[in-house]
C-alpha cells in the first residue's frame, strides 16, 4: 500500500518534524525516542538541507508589484480567510507591504482572525462615497506596520448597488498610486459561491490561490471555479490543500494530496496539515504563524508564502507507507 505525501517542505513524510537549523541533535522520524547528528541528518534527507539553505536567505520577489492575488474556493469553509491572513502575516514577517482585502460583503471575519475587529472604522464603502481617504480606511497591524487590512463593508451590511468589478479595481488602483508607495502584495479575500460577490472580487486580480481540502464536494466546486477563473483570464492558479490528515491517508479514507494535484491539475503552493492551533488562534485572534513555539500549520503557511513570493510551487510524490507490525496473534489469523 502507499500513500502519497507532499516533498520540498520542512514537513517530516511521516511525521511533520519540524527541522532546525541550529539544533545540535535531530530526531528520528520513525523512532522519536533514537537521535542523530545534524550532519548525518541532512545527509540522510537532502531534500530538507535545501529548505533549511533556502531559509537561510530573503526570497526574492518576482513579477511586477503591487501583485494582486485572490484567494478563492467556491466552498464555504475550507479556510480562505485563514489562509489569507496568515500568508499576508508571513509576506509582512518575509519584509515585504502587503494589504489585505476582506470582500466578503456582510459577512467580514479576516479582522476578527487578525484581532483589529475594534479598529475599523472605515470600510471601501466610505471610501467610494467620499466620507473618508482610502488610508483612513486602511488598518495598519502594531505588531507588523508592513501589513494593512481594507474592508469592504460593514458586518450585516448590504453590498451597494453600484459597488462592483469596476469599484474594487479602482480600489486597487488607488493603491497602485497612494503617495505612501504601493504595497507589494494585494491579496483578496474572495467570499463563498460564485455569485455577484465572486466575481466582484476576482476582477482586479493577476494570480489566484486555491483553497480546497481533500474531499469529493470541495474539489467539485474548487473544479468549478478553476474554469471560471481562467474565463476572467487569471492563468496563474496555484492550490492550497489545507486539513490533510496523514493517519487518514494512510488508511485510505482520505484523498492523498497527488490525488487532488492530479484531479485539479493546478500546481501545489502548500499543504496545510490539520492542527487544532487553528481553532485556538481563531479565538484568539493571533494568527498561526505568530505563535511561539511555531505550530505545524503555521510553519505550512509561511513555506506557502514563500513560494507565492518566488511564484513557485512544491511537488507531491507517493511515498510507501510502512508495513503494520504483526502480534503474537497474528501467526493464528488474528
Known sequence: MACRLPTNSFLSASSFVHVSPSSHSLPI??????????????????????????WNRKPQLAGETPRVVVITSGKGGVGKTTTTANIGLSLARLGFSVVAIDADVGLRNLDLLLGLENRVNYTAVEVINGDCRLDQALVRDKRWPSFELLCISKPRSKLP?????????????????????????????CPAGIDAGFITAIAPADEAVLVTTPDITALRDADRVTGLLECDGIRDIKMIVNRVRT???RGEDMMSVLDVQEMLGLPLLGVIPEDAEVIKSTNRGFPLVLNKPPALAGLAFEQAAWRLVEQDSMTAVMVEEEPKKRGFFSFFGG
Open 29 to 54: 522520524a520513525s523512532s522519536p525516542t533514537k537521535t542523530l547528528s545534524t550532519a548525518s541528518f541532512y545527509r540522510r534527507r537532502p531534500n530538507i538541507t535545501r529548505a533549511v539553505l533556502q
Open 161 to 189: 448597488l453600484s459597488f462592483g468589478s469596476k469599484a474594487i479595481t479602482w480600489l486597487v488602483d488607488a493603491l497602485r498610486s497612494r503617495t505612501a508607495g504601493h504595497p507589494d502584495f494585494v491579496l483578496i479575500d
Open 247 to 249: 493517519d487518514l491517508i
